[in-house]
């Protein structure tokens, strides 16, 4: 049985995120955890977060089994693209150049290998 954990607004660029999460895609939770844990990007941590709450998640769905036997991996990592805040940064000669505060929300989801 699959678990699902959300992040949404997160204040960083969707793009730099997707490298990370490219990371992680398709592999054990134990080597997504230690993969994130020694990455020096901003989202890193914040992925690792919300892959953790997929855990917790996922352990409350299924509270007779482990999940040490679980076999668990993650299933998918979407990124996608939140609200953009758009702000004004002042430019030469009177001028007004536009500041895109890009924004992201996060959706992992983790299952166990013998439910494939």
């Not at 699902?4 to 080597?31: M, Q």
């Not at 693209?81 to 030469?92: N, Q, S, Y």
């Not at 505060?101 to 013998?114: A, G, L, N, Y």
Request: glycine residues 4%; without cysteine.
């Amino acid at each position: 049985m699959e678990a699902v954990a959300k992040l949404k607004d997160f204040p960083t660029s969707p793009r730099k995120a997707r490298l990370v999460a490219d990371l992680i895609r398709g592999k054990k939770v134990n080597y997504a955890l230690g993969v994130l844990s020694h990455q020096p990007q901003q989202a890193a941590p914040v992925l690792k977060k919300v892959l953790m709450s997929a855990i917790a998640n996922w352990q409350n769905k299924n509270e007779d089994a482990k999940i040490e036997e679980a076999d668990l991996y993650v299933k998918t990592v979407m990124i996608d693209g939140g609200r953009t805040l758009k702000r004004l940064r002042p430019a030469p000669q009177v001028r007004a150049y536009r500041v895109r505060k890009r924004s992201q929300h996060i959706t992992i989801v983790v299952d166990s290998q013998e439910n494939n």
